[in-house]
């Protein structure tokens, strides 16, 4: 990562913070010349001046994307904010009930298509928080 923009590397802690070091970093490094311009956007504006204004909690963030995610059948953003919801504490019941209100707001297709996502997210997060089990010798 290179950027001499304070509001950059303030975005791209956030945005690894919610989303995972590793998936933020692999985004930056498959950067090309070609894309590398809007994923600074991203990070700076969106992750650093939006989400770095405290007015909101991260929590809260994270269920609006989903409510808006949903509403414009943005799939693999949704599954991508599910789990960085998941992160920020929001809970299985909590993902549950914004999609059940986009439902009633946004359609049965796209809230269908939406549960799909968040249930797949969801079992593979909570698969990854579930200890080690120690093999018996």
Sequence with gaps: MSSD???????????????GASHVEKSWENAD????????????????????DSTLTFPVRSMLNLAMLTAMNQHHELGVHVKGA???????????????????YCGAPAALAAF????AVIKDWQSDQAPVQAKAE
Aim: proline fraction near 3%; charged fraction near 20%.
């Design 33 to 52: 010349d070609f894309n590398r311009p809007a994923q600074r956007l991203v990070t700076e504006y969106c992750w650093g001046e939006v989400w770095g």
């Design 5 to 19: 923009s304070e509001m950059f590397v303030k975005g791209f802690q956030n945005r690894k913070n919610v989303l």
């Design 86 to 104: 998941l992160n920020n504490g929001v809970t299985p019941e909590e993902i549950r009930a914004v999609l059940l209100q986009a439902m009633v």
């Design 116 to 119: 799909r996502t968040a249930s």
